[in-house]
T-cell receptor, first 117, second 113 residues
Framework: AQSVTQLGSHVSVSEGALVLLRCNYSSSVPPYLFWYVQYPNQGLQLLLKYTTGATLVKGINGFEAEFKKSETSFHLTKPSAHMSDAAEYFCAVTPGGIKAAGNKLTFGGGTRVLVKP | KAGVTQTPRYLIKTRGQQVTLSCSPISGHRSVSWYQQTPGQGLQFLFEYFSETQRNKGNFPGRFSGRQFSNSRSEMNVSTLELGDSALYLC????????????FGPGTRLTVT
């Protein structure tokens, strides 16, 4: 079984400040990890994903995340917040490698980001 | 290329009724997954279809069912609606499995009264 914990259901940052969203996962097999963003009244958009290889993953809109196996973490960062980053962010996990489970994602509870001018 | 479309976007039903939601994937995509999003339970996986076959299933009661047609369009059905079924139902499509990116539709907002 897999699970995802996102620390902090709400995060407030000032425009131009660092955005840091925390994600810890539990998986009995090597995981594939994802970050999605959801804007109001919209579906989810993939920001970035980690499957294998380089542990620092760069995504769209200036976001990046680092897979740390020893810490079972996949935190999302952006050096400088923009007003358009205000949204809800979801971390997700699925079994990877030979245990790959198709497209069955387990999501964290989400973190809503507020950007202050 | 057109994105994932879901119809209807909004739906109001009465407890005990049944409902059918539709999802049209991106052209060429063969996998369609369904998720339920609620404030209390968050995003939960319902099921996935690939080439008309259910490939994965989440932990939902049998009232929730789905199917996929030969053109990859998918429907999900919820019978004997309960108040707790009120949610945003999201559909996602992808080319295949595992490493392929999932593209989400805007969702269908179901309200059960």
């Amino acid at each position: 079984a897999q699970s995802v914990t996102q620390l902090g259901s709400h995060v407030s940052v000032s425009e131009g400040a660092l955005v840091l969203l925390r994600c810890n996962y539990s998986s009995s097999v090597p995981p594939y990890l994802f970050w999605y963003v959801q804007y109001p009244n919209q579906g989810l958009q993939l920001l970035l994903k980690y499957t294998t290889g380089a542990t620092l993953v760069k995504g769209i809109n200036g976001f990046e995340a680092e897979f740390k196996k020893s810490e079972t973490s996949f935190h999302l960062t952006k050096p400088s917040a923009h007003m358009s980053d205000a949204a809800e962010y979801f971390c997700a996990v699925t079994p990877g490698g030979i245990k790959a489970a198709g497209n069955k994602l387990t999501f964290g509870g989400g973190t809503r980001v507020l950007v202050k001018p | 290329k057109a994105g994932v479309t879901q119809t209807p976007r909004y739906l109001i039903k009465t407890r005990g009724q049944q409902v059918t939601l539709s999802c049209s994937p991106i052209s060429g995509h063969r996998s369609v997954s369904w998720y339920q999003q609620t404030p209390g339970q968050g995003l939960q996986f319902l099921f996935e279809y690939f080439s008309e076959t259910q490939r994965n299933k989440g932990n939902f009661p049998g009232r929730f069912s789905g199917r996929q047609f030969s053109n990859s369009r998918s429907e999900m059905n919820v019978s004997t609606l309960e108040l707790g079924d009120s949610a945003l139902y999201l559909c996602a499509s992808s080319l295949g499995r595992d490493l392929y990116e999932q593209y989400f539709g805007p969702g269908t907002r179901l309200t059960v009264t």
